[in-house]
Every structure is written in C-alpha cells, then in structure tokens.
C-alpha cells in the first residue's frame, strides 16, 4: 500500500481530491529552516510536542518561511541576501514556483501572505537606491510579480500581517547593505531604523522611530497578538558595554511604547534573535542565541529566563513557548525535550 503523502498526490494528480491543507501534511504547528550533519539544507514541520512532520530539502541555507493559511504550503526564503525564495508543496515536497528577486532586488529572508493566501508580500532591498521595498506576488498565478512599495525605511527585515487582515507592520532595521560588499554594515553612524505600519497598497498608516540614544538599534523581528500589540526584538550596532533595551511593545491603538529594559544589550550580548507573543497576549518571550538566553516577560515586567545554547527559534505554543536551538533542540512548553539530528536555524514560524 501507498504511504499517505504519495497516496495524496496521486490523488491530486488524477484530480479526485480537494485541495490538501496542513492536517494532510502532519497537521505541523510550525516550520523551521534547519541543517542536516552532512551539511544538506531543509525545511521542516514541527509539532507542538517538537516531533518532525516532514523535512524537504532547500538548495541553500534558509532562513525564515511563510505559510499559507490554509493551504499545505510553505515559501522557504534564503538568508540575506539571498535572491530566491522557494514555493514548497509541503506534502508531496514538490517545488510548485520560485520567486526570483527583479534586478536590483534581493530578499532580506522574510514574507507574508494575505489574510486569504491570494498574495504574498516579502521584504526587500532596493541596494542602489538605499532603500526598502516590500514586494507584492500573485499566489494565484504562480507566484508573478504584481509590484511594490516603499517599506517606510532602510533595511526592512521582518514582516506581519497586522489582526485586521487589512494591514502589515514591517521591522526596517536602518542597516543599508549592497551585494558587492555582500553583509557589511555601510551606514552605522547615520542609521535609523523604524517599525511601519502599512496598507496592503503601500500606504503609510503609521511609524515609530526611537529616539537619538536608540539610534543604533536596529529592529529586526516582530511579533504581534491578536489584539495588534505589536513586539519588536532588535540588534545593537554599538558598544556592547551600554544597558540600552533590546526589546520594544508597541501598542498601534493607544501610541504607547514600552522598552523593555531587562532585556538588555549587555545582559543579551548585543542581539535578540527572535520574539513571540503567548496566545492569551499576557506573556512575551525573547530569544539571544549568542547569550544562549531566553526572558520571558508578562507584558514589560520580567518574569524570568533560561540558559539555553544557541537558542534562537521561539513561537507561541497553545501554553508557554516552543523553542529551538543551533544544536537541534526543540524544547516543548511541556513534556520533554526532543533533540533532532537538525542544526536549526533563527526562526520558528507558526502555521
């Protein structure tokens, strides 16, 4: 007998089944970009309980992913700066498109689709130019470049889709970049990153900018809570000796921003890997591979945190937070803890 995932796509090749979503695929909670011990790149299901669903080889290293709402379907996005991302087909692995960044373009790791999954939008830099762009693709016509807009900054990063399904919030992290001198920082002393909210068509609802001693944060990663409280986890580009906060919880309804000031650049090393928000909103948590830490916060106030090697990988579980590691730990909220033969990478993407 046929196991289920080639009994599904020969199904769907014959044109008898429906359209496959995630519970087809291993019902998967998360995805994670990781590396295999002889040095193969993949991408991953994960479950809550952080047993492996599928693993689908990626021609080089990955970095983050996006998945469609419904359907069983991942974009798994090369590190900066790469200039590919990659259309899985999560349950029979195969590459439905690839998305090649327009001249002048690449990929900054990071997209996300519509409320619908009708379109995808990624963060790009516009190298010669300086400046951001998040870049719009027709998932219902595989994956063709619809256009653009400003990101509202340089160096936009990370990208949600707001609660309202009607807007994104992107992290431009301020840091201006150019392919010649591939990941060298051009721009350190004037930098100036933002958090900006924008419409689905590019316009400018809102923007947070901090103020001149936060000059050489750069914002990286987001979370957001169903409420849009939006976290923002960032890198220090100065001296490592300042106690500057590396964590941010803006609130787009009422203006208010919160710096998190235990979440430091001294005591994280200089660097927040990622961020999640719990699903009751109630609780953050932030990551620093290079402290090997992870602070957990009920709102601003510090709850407490653990020492974790290369820790990196968080995302919302139904309880507390999932983790990963660079050595191939995923740590559930509850139950024990599953190591993999898995180098994962920064990002553990919910589904």
């Keep these: 007998m046929p196991d289920r995932r080639t009994f599904i796509a020969g199904m769907l090749a014959a044109g008898l089944a429906p359209r496959p979503t995630w519970a087809d695929a291993g019902s998967p909670a998360f995805l994670s970009a990781g590396k295999k011990p002889d040095g ?3 991408l991953c299901g994960l479950t809550t309980e952080g047993q492996i669903t599928f693993q689908l080889p990626l021609p080089t290293r990955g970095h983050a992913a996006a998945a469609h709402p419904r359907l069983a379907e991942a974009v798994a996005f ?4 790469g ?3 990659i259309v899985l087909d999560c349950i029979t692995g195969r590459e439905k498109a690839r998305l090649s960044a327009p001249p002048g373009r690449h990929f900054y790791g990071h997209g996300t689709y519509s409320a619908d999954g009708d379109v995808l939008f990624t963060t790009e830099n516009d190298f010669d130019a300086a400046r951001g762009v998040v870049g ?14 400003p990101s509202g900054g340089v160096g936009p990063h990370d990208i949600k889709l707001m609660p309202d399904g009607a807007s994104l919030v992107v992290a431009n992290g301020g840091i201006e970049t150019h392919p010649e001198t591939g990941r060298v920082k051009l721009n350190i002393p004037s930098m100036r990153s933002t958090l900006s909210y924008l419409s689905l068509d590019g316009e400018l609802l809102g923007q947070v900018r901090l103020d001149k001693a936060h000059q050489k944060n750069s914002i990286r990663h987001l979370a957001v809570s169903a409420t849009g409280d939006v976290a923002f986890a960032m890198q220090w580009q100065g001296d490592l000796a300042v106690d500057l906060p590396l964590l941010g919880v803006h609130r787009i309804e009422t203006g208010r921003l919160d710096l998190v000031e235990r979440a430091s650049v001294r005591h994280m090393s200089g660097y927040l890997g990622s961020v999640a928000i719990a699903k009751d909103g109630k609780s953050i948590a932030a990551t620093s591979p290079r402290a090997g830490i992870v602070q957990e916060f009920a709102g601003a106030e510090y709850v407490g945190e653990t020492s974790i090697a290369d820790v990196c990988g968080v995302a919302a579980a139904a309880s507390g937070f999932v983790l990963t590691s660079g050595a191939g730990l995923v740590k559930p909220p509850s139950g024990p803890d599953v190591l993999h033969d898995v180098a994962w990478d920064n990002h553990l993407i919910a589904i």
């Excluded at 090369?78 to 700066?81: G, I, L, T």
């Excluded at 595989?142 to 807009?149: L, N, S, T, V």
């Design 40 to 42: 193969a790149y993949v």
């Design 78 to 81: 090369a590190r900066r700066p």
């Design 83 to 85: 200039t590919y991302a």
């Design 136 to 149: 719009i693709w027709d998932a219902r016509r595989d994956f063709a470049r619809m256009g653009e807009f």
